[in-house]
């Protein structure tokens, strides 16, 4: 009897590892997406994510709002090649850095990250909820994006 319970704790294991697994790629996939991971924030975090999603503006640089890979209320884009804004992200590690780059737009604080390619990562600081904006080499020259994004995060995630 022992084993037939090892054996069902087992396939029972397996099952939860392989639909982990497969929720993890259909996360990360998508037609188009360029491999934008899509976060996994906690309930509360979640629930700020998805008033800003609601209060984002149509229009950011004068660039048109579209969904981007898995058409999720985490993940938002503008333009082609887009601005990419995901919300729910971990805090990033830059932020451990008291010499980190930072800036700040109309009164929302953002750690400053090269990317690859001359792009920037921008995420979001002193904020219950972390907001990243990926600015693709051609968006990367000012914080005009910043700008247009800052009035939605600032009424919807609340500073710590």
């Known amino acids: 009897m022992a084993l037939f319970h090892r054996v069902v704790l087992i396939n029972v294991s397996a099952v939860a590892c392989l639909a982990a697994a497969a929720a ?3 996360a ?3 037609s188009g997406d360029g491999g934008i991971a899509v976060p996994v924030p906690d309930a509360r975090t979640a ?6 999603h609601d209060a984002l503006p149509q229009k950011v640089q004068g ?3 579209h969904g ?3 058409r999720s209320e985490l993940v938002t884009g503008w333009g082609d090649p887009a601005i990419v804004l995901r919300c729910g992200v971990p805090r990033p590690a830059v932020d451990d850095d008291p010499e980190a780059d930072g800036v700040d737009a109309d009164g929302v604080s953002w750690s400053v990250e090269k990317g690859s390619g001359g792009s920037l990562v921008l995420t979001t600081t002193l904020r219950l909820a972390y907001v990243e904006v990926r600015l693709p080499k051609e968006h990367a020259v000012d914080i005009g994006p910043l700008t247009d994004l800052a009035a939605a995060v600032k009424k919807t995630i609340p500073e710590l």
Not at 47 to 52: D, I, T, V
């Open 68 to 70: 981007v890979g898995s």
């Open 63 to 65: 660039l048109s709002r």
């Open 24 to 26: 993890y790629g259909f």
């Open 47 to 52: 629930g700020y994510c998805r008033a800003l």
């Open 28 to 30: 990360t996939s998508g």
